[in-house]
């Protein structure tokens, strides 16, 4: 029997108690996961490898480089990367910024497992916009 592909996330936030808490859900789902706190890091990560990953799962509410922003670069990086934002706070201008980028979706902390694994296949199956 042939070896599934293994989906492989990015997922980015600056809390590290959250990381490791969504990044157990992901993992229990069958995802491997890499972390990074740092956004600029996450840019180096993904940059030197953007083929190894499936998707990316972004706080836009990051310190140095915004996750909006980091998301936008992904995108220029590799066309069409999907991009699932989450966060506590959802605010019109945050959802504006979202909107405007053209990067993907925003699904609200605190996620249940439910929640977060419907969202990330739902975003796996979805086309994702281009790169403004």
């Avoid at 070896?3 to 157990?24: I, N, Q, Y």
């Avoid at 799962?57 to 480089?65: S, T, V």
């Avoid at 902390?109 to 969202?119: F, S, V, Y």
Wanted: with cysteine.
């Amino acid at each position: 029997m042939a070896k599934r592909h293994e989906l492989h996330v990015m997922l980015v936030d600056p809390d590290a108690d959250v990381m490791c808490a969504t990044t157990g859900m992901l993992e229990r789902m069958g995802y491997t996961v890499h972390g990074e706190t740092e956004s600029l890091a996450a840019l180096k990560t993904f940059s030197e490898d953007p083929d190894h990953f499936d998707l990316a799962i972004i706080e836009p509410l990051m310190p140095e480089l915004s996750g909006v922003e980091l998301a936008v670069r992904f995108g220029r990086i590799r066309r069409g990367f999907p991009i699932l934002f989450y966060t506590g706070y959802l605010d019109p201008p945050l959802q504006q910024a979202i909107g405007d980028a053209g990067v993907g979706w925003a699904i609200l902390k605190p996620l249940r497992p439910q929640e977060l694994g419907k969202a990330v296949k739902k975003r796996l199956r979805w086309p994702s916009p281009d790169i403004r």
